[in-house]
């Protein structure tokens, strides 16, 4: 259990840095994204079919192995991915970072609600009031300001869009190896993103299409360590603990964004009373989740205690 929750806190960690990078890379975020895909598809695929996975047979990864079933729901937890990218991304570029990654922390929220509707289980009042520290803690660092509207409401479809990934990944995830299903959800979110580019730049021209200067290391520590790292260890971690704990705990996401941006962009206008507390209310939310769900499993594993 301590190593399931270390890696959990090294992918929140890991995390931390994507937020910079979408602003740091002057690409529009859908097409951001399509290279984050791109590049994460191709690495994955020479990783498993050329460099072979150690002790695993690589066969596994190509399509005569896989039903167009399995390809399909794999593809589609990736299209869920791409799209919370993409949603998150232009949430950054239309405020900033602190804004894109403080509205992400109400994973959590829509968790709460979603996760016993799609799965089937019963409402759990506590995680709901967990998350409702988490609300307080937005509210208290932004009060919603006005100039920040557009951001805020990206950031929240992008965090509902996290939510129904999460949800998804873990129940899809119970059935495929880490490493294949990574490169099937990075196949199926490029293909899906290919489709609708064309529909995004009706509404929101995309520009250059093509990374230049800087945008090629930016990028290049995005796909090797913030998606194809990150990814690999999310699918792991949510294969072990509850998908509402793997979203709380990505509340502390914002923490490691918010420090990084005040040093990268000045960012420290932030840094008020308010602010403190509300980041304080998000990792309680955290803390409590954490302590309470491994209560839990002690009990679960020690009936004795009861």
């Not at 490493?179 to 021209?205: A, D, H, R, S």
């Not at 509402?244 to 990268?264: D, Q």
């Amino acid at each position: 259990m301590k190593k399931d929750y270390f890696l959990l806190h090294l992918s929140v960690f890991i995390a931390g840095f994507t937020g910079v990078l979408g602003r740091l890379i002057t690409l529009d975020s859908a097409i951001l994204v399509w290279w984050r895909m791109a590049a994460a598809a191709v690495i994955m695929w020479i990783y498993l079919r050329v460099l072979k996975w150690r002790g695993t047979d690589t066969r596994g990864v190509s399509l005569q192995r896989f039903k167009f079933r399995d390809i399909l729901q794999m593809g589609g937890v990736g299209m869920l991915l791409c799209l919370h990218w993409v949603f998150f991304y232009a949430s950054i570029k239309a405020s900033n970072v602190s804004i894109g990654v403080v509205c992400f922390s109400l994973v959590g929220f829509f968790t709460a609600l979603f996760e016993p509707i799609i799965n089937k289980h019963r409402f759990s009042g506590r995680e709901f009031l967990f998350s409702l520290l988490t609300i307080l803690g937005i509210y208290l660092i932004f009060h919603f300001d006005s100039r920040y509207r557009l951001g805020i409401a990206l950031g929240v479809v992008s965090s509902a869009l996290y939510a129904l990934f999460a949800i998804a990944n873990q129940r899809v995830g119970k059935y495929y190896e880490a490493k294949n299903m990574l490169l099937w959800e990075m196949v199926g979110g490029l293909i899906g993103l290919t489709c609708l580019i064309p529909l995004y730049n009706q509404f929101i021209p995309v520009g250059r299409l093509y990374p230049v200067g800087m945008d090629y290391a930016y990028l290049a520590f995005m796909v090797v360590i913030c998606t194809i790292g990150l990814c690999l260890l999310q699918i792991i971690v949510l294969q072990k603990i509850p998908a509402f704990t793997v979203n709380l705990t990505y509340n502390l996401e914002p923490v490691y964004s918010i420090i990084l941006s005040m040093f990268i962009f000045s960012e420290y206008k932030e840094l008020n009373f308010s602010f403190c507390i509300g980041i304080a209310l998000i990792i309680i939310s955290v803390v409590l989740q954490t302590w309470s769900e491994v209560r839990r499993k002690q009990n679960y594993q020690n009936p004795q205690n009861h």
